[in-house]
């Protein structure tokens, strides 16, 4: 396969191969990836359990003393270059925790041991690591992510190229934000390790329930080859009746209908309500699955999933606990009735074993019954914006902002000062840009996707005022600025 330069004109490549890349994830599409090398006896098991690693940094104009003209660099650059300053001291850690899942997954094997790990590492990060020169975590991952002899340990999930949050992203730039970091993966690690990724890590864990921007949202992951979507438990409904899912440790399929009626889905591995960093710290999915059984699934007896995400190198747990519990759990669980296993992974066996995608049950986004009980799809948009305000009237806890990992942070209302320069970007891009056919090859388009794909991170929103606030607002005014002069 040929191999695409990680960087072009100083910037990531992140855009200008869309064809290549969609060439090579469509010829891998029914291909198992972790079957053929999965050591698991998936008939005689009785659960599993599976953790995944989210990593981030965001990248921000402090590279210089005056916010107009600074560099962009890593926060990871900036905690670093200053350790004196509140939790900065542990940015030696975070570059530990980065690289240490390529040096743990070699030992483990080589002890002949069955470790698994998820990975999900923002695009932002990626570029802030490379610019850094911190090539040791490159050189672990990749020889983790790409060696035969250790790849069925690692699973690489997508996510938006610039941990941007779905709900409050407009869509055309979530897309470009999805396909960017399928890009930039591709090129750090070979198109034959892109063809391997099949799940998708929301940032922030956040799940659209707008009808039309969760739409918009699916379509984008199954345009782009995704074949799973990580959820969080209480952002899902079942559509009979609006209640969470039952059986949660198994996988569902999301469904998801439009206005206009049009329909799509993708598979749902739900991931649990509970503390993160500390569950996945102390292995905390390996005991509960430890206490289950085999569950019946289209009239076939199969093992449940429990399945958990957190930050990988954020909070005392994780940078101190999740070593010694990885391996610890790791050294229990290879060869036993109760193994780690990957979601793919999972899901291979369970489509061998006889399980078609269509016999999984079915989950819609929060809140969604109560539309559908009184809008019917195809009616359009005009009458969904109606029945929303309607039930907004009736109920003030009814809401269309989507669902993430703390249900008590709107990622829309009280960001006016950082949505409005946001918006702004989004239009004049989809306007100068987008609208007019440039081609992502064009190192312009590349440059002013590059400044609002920054802009757009999560950090941005969650911190809602002071410096990030000013942070973000800056990145934004960047990349307005090069719309307007280069287009």
Known sequence: MSQLPEYVDGLPNICGS????????RAARN????????????????????IALHMHQPLIPAGGGDLATAAIISNLKYMMDNQGIGDNHNAPVFHWCYKRIGEFIPQLIH????????????????????????NDVFDALKNATCNPG??????WLGCPWGHAVAPSTPTQDFRLHVKAWQHHFAAIFGLEALARVRGFSPSEMALPNHPDIAYAYIKTLVDCGYQWLLVQEHTVERPENGWGPE???LPHRLVCT????????????????GSDTKLVAQMQPYYEAKGLSRWELAGKSVPPLVTQIADGENGGV?????????????????????????????????????????????????LQKRIWDRFKPGDGPEKLEKVIAELKKEDGRFH??????TNDISWVRGYDNVLGPMEKASSLFYEKVLKLGVPSSNPRYRNALFHLMCSQTSCYRYWGQGLWTDYGREICRRASAIVETDF
């Open 247 to 249: 059986k949660k440790h």
């Open 111 to 134: 002890e002949g041991k069955e470790p698994r790990v998820m990975l999900e590492y923002s695009g932002t990060l990626f570029h802030g690591l490379r610019a850094m020169g911190l």
């Open 318 to 366: 994780m940078m101190n606990e999740f070593p010694g519990m990885f391996f610890q759990v790791t050294h229990e669980a290879s060869g036993a009735d109760v193994p780690m296993m990957n979601a793919t992974e999972y899901l291979e066996h369970l489509f061998a074993a006889g399980v078609k995608e269509a016999d999984l049950p079915t989950l819609q986004p929060l």
């Open 400 to 405: 269309m902002e989507g669902g993430s990992w």
């Open 150 to 155: 250790y790849r069925r340990a690692v699973e």
């Open 18 to 25: 869309e064809s290549l890349v969609e060439e090579t994830l």
């Open 258 to 273: 439009n206005s206009k009626g049009e329909t799509v889905s993708i598979i749902a591995i739900v991931k649990t309500q």
């Open 31 to 50: 291909q198992p990836v972790f079957l053929p090398e999965s050591r698991i006896d998936f008939g005689h098991i009785r659960a599993a359990c599976a």
